[in-house]
Structures are given as structure tokens and as C-alpha cells.
């Protein structure tokens, strides 16, 4: 073969290499575009699965009476008292909010499910340690009298008064200490008093619960020996 001959085969093979290179980078580039666009697909999906309750009519499936809280009896609050989310996906949960019902635990259980109330709690303890839950977690509960913190806390309401502390019994602390523990848990929530907080301490808030005679050194020891045993 001369040397033109294999000048002129070096340049055809050097074509057709650079051809094929373009037609590899086409095909990749249709793949990767492809992909990609079946990447957004599955995530348009996901998003709008996660999403789709918050059309008019819709509500997130829930199981009917379950519970957050195991051994947490269920009364379902008023829909006029709350609001269908589909925490922590929508809304993170960063706080548990202490309050004081003004009230005996049965008054307090009936008024959450008045739709006149418009307010309830997540959850309700007795001085005897029972609980009782009205809302989801993963619902927006209307206790905190601020929407942002309503979106980001579970509320605990507890039955007394806030100028008697004789009312918040060692059964009640245990109990509360219990759910508390088990919501900290739940949502990587840290023992401490910026994320567990007294209604007081909601911004633009009227209410003094729990009051000066809600003992925080001793609730936030026993939610952290509650911890590791908590039931959820």
C-alpha cells in the first residue's frame, strides 16, 4: 500500500471515528435527556403524591381512631379545630408547646370537639395520667394562638389550673413526660427548654399557661429518662 493510499485510509478512518464519536454523544445526549426527563416524571409524581390531599374535597388517608401515642385513647377533635396536613413532609415539627386547660380533662375533651371552639390540642392528661388524643401529629392543630407555631409544634394540654400547682400530679408529669419524650423522638426534636416551651412563650400570646407552679426542671428530667423506653 502506498502512502497516499494510507494517508488517504488514516483521514476515512479518522472520519468515520469522529462520526461515530457524534453519533455516541447524540445517543448519550438523547439518553441523558431522556433520563433526565423520566427523573422529573418520577418527581413530579412523588411531589404530587405527597401533594394531592391539598386539593378541595381531598384529605390524606389516615387510619380511622389511630393514635400517635400508644395507650393515648381517641376522640376525634372537630375539623373546625384543626387542620388536614401531612406533617413532618409539609411542615417540620420542631416544638412541643405545654399548656394548661383552665378546666377539668373532661371539659377540655368536650370543647375540642365543639366546632364553635375553634381551637383544640393534639393531646389532653389528666391529673390521673390518662391521655387522651384529639388530633393528629401530622395535622395542624389550632392550640397555640400563632399559626407558625401551630405548623411546627405538637400542643399538650393538661388538666388544672395555672395557680394551682397542686393540680399537676406525679402521675400527670410521668404521663406527659412519656408523650413528650416519644415526640421528641419521633421528629428529632432536642430535650431542651427552646424546644419544649410553655404557651407563655409563643410570640403574641395572651395565655400564661403553664404558670409558675409547672415545675420545668423536674418535666424535662423525667422526658429525658423517659426517652430511651418511650413508647410511640
Known amino acids: 500500500m502506498g502512502a497516499r493510499e494510507r494517508a488517504g485510509k488514516a483521514e476515512k478512518t479518522e472520519e468515520t471515528d469522529k462520526d461515530s464519536g457524534r453519533r455516541v454523544g447524540r445517543r448519550a445526549l438523547l439518553l441523558g435527556g431522556g433520563a433526565a426527563a423520566v427523573g422529573t416524571a418520577v418527581l413530579a409524581r412523588g411531589e404530587l403524591?405527597?401533594?394531592?390531599?391539598?386539593?378541595?374535597?381531598?384529605?390524606?388517608?389516615?387510619?380511622?381512631?389511630?393514635?400517635?401515642?400508644?395507650?393515648?385513647?381517641?376522640?376525634?377533635?372537630?375539623?373546625?379545630?384543626?387542620?388536614?396536613?401531612?406533617?413532618?413532609?409539609?411542615?417540620?415539627?420542631?416544638?412541643?408547646?405545654?399548656?394548661?386547660?383552665?378546666?377539668?380533662y373532661a371539659s377540655a375533651v368536650q370543647v375540642f370537639q365543639d366546632p364553635s371552639h375553634q381551637a383544640a390540642a393534639h393531646y389532653v392528661v389528666a391529673k390521673d395520667g390518662r391521655v387522651t388524643q384529639l388530633v393528629r401529629e401530622l395535622d395542624v392543630a389550632f392550640h397555640a394562638g400563632n399559626r407558625?407555631?401551630?405548623?411546627?409544634?405538637?400542643?399538650?394540654?393538661?388538666?388544672?389550673?395555672?395557680?394551682?400547682?397542686?393540680?399537676?400530679?406525679?402521675?400527670?408529669?410521668?404521663?406527659s413526660a412519656r408523650l413528650t419524650a416519644g415526640i421528641c423522638a419521633r421528629y428529632g426534636i432536642p430535650v431542651d427548654r427552646e424546644h419544649v416551651m410553655g404557651h407563655v412563650e409563643v410570640p403574641g400570646t395572651d395565655h400564661t399557661d403553664p404558670g409558675s407552679g409547672w415545675d420545668w426542671d423536674r418535666y424535662l428530667k423525667l422526658v429525658r429518662q423517659a426517652a430511651p423506653r418511650s413508647e410511640t
Do not use: C
Open 148 to 175: 407558625s407555631f401551630n405548623e411546627r409544634s405538637v400542643g399538650i394540654e393538661h388538666e388544672g389550673f395555672v395557680d394551682h400547682p397542686e393540680d399537676f400530679t406525679d402521675a400527670m408529669y410521668e404521663a
Open 49 to 104: 403524591a405527597r401533594l394531592w390531599w391539598r386539593l378541595p374535597g381531598v384529605r390524606r388517608p389516615r387510619t380511622e381512631g389511630a393514635v400517635d401515642f400508644k395507650g393515648a385513647r381517641w376522640v376525634a377533635a372537630s375539623s373546625a379545630n384543626f387542620r388536614w396536613a401531612d406533617r413532618p413532609d409539609d411542615y417540620a415539627i420542631d416544638r412541643v408547646i405545654v399548656h394548661v386547660t383552665q378546666g377539668s
